[in-house]
Nanobody, 118 residues
Framework: QVQLVESGGGLVQAGGSLRLSCAASGRTFSSYDMGWFRQAPGKEREFVAR????????YYADSVKGRFTISRDNAKNMVYLQMNSLKPEDTAIYYC???????????WGQGTQVTVSS
């Protein structure tokens, strides 16, 4: 099983960019689908993006498509979320998550706060 630690959150103005990082421990990182989720105050946690373990296929929520990019570096056990053209509604705690061989997410990071000011 992997352990996950996010970093890179912060305060940014609308239209700006941030890059979130997720460091994973464990030797089986390359066999996990990796995802990013977010939770805004008073709202349910929602899916943001996913990259598969096998072919690196990416999926995005409609709300971030064209603005966010998920990527992974298996050699470094890292997953990234490049966020461009940020909007105030992107404000949330962002979580990294791991799903073994494309099954359900079973490991979560502690989250990193992203705040977008208008």
């Amino acid at each position: 099983q992997v352990q996950l630690v996010e970093s890179g959150g912060g305060l940014v103005q609308a239209g700006g960019s941030l890059r979130l990082s997720c460091a994973a421990s464990g030797r089986t990182f390359s066999s996990y689908d990796m995802g990013w989720f977010r939770q805004a105050p008073g709202k349910e946690r929602e899916f943001v993006a996913r990259v598969t373990w096998d072919f690196g296929i990416t999926y995005y929520a409609d709300s971030v498509k064209g603005r966010f990019t998920i990527s992974r570096d298996n050699a470094k056990n890292m997953v990234y979320l490049q966020m461009n053209s940020l909007k105030p509604e992107d404000t949330a705690i962002y979580y990294c998550a791991a799903a073994p061989r494309g099954q359900g997410y079973d490991t979560w990071g502690q989250g990193t706060q992203v705040t977008v000011s208008s």
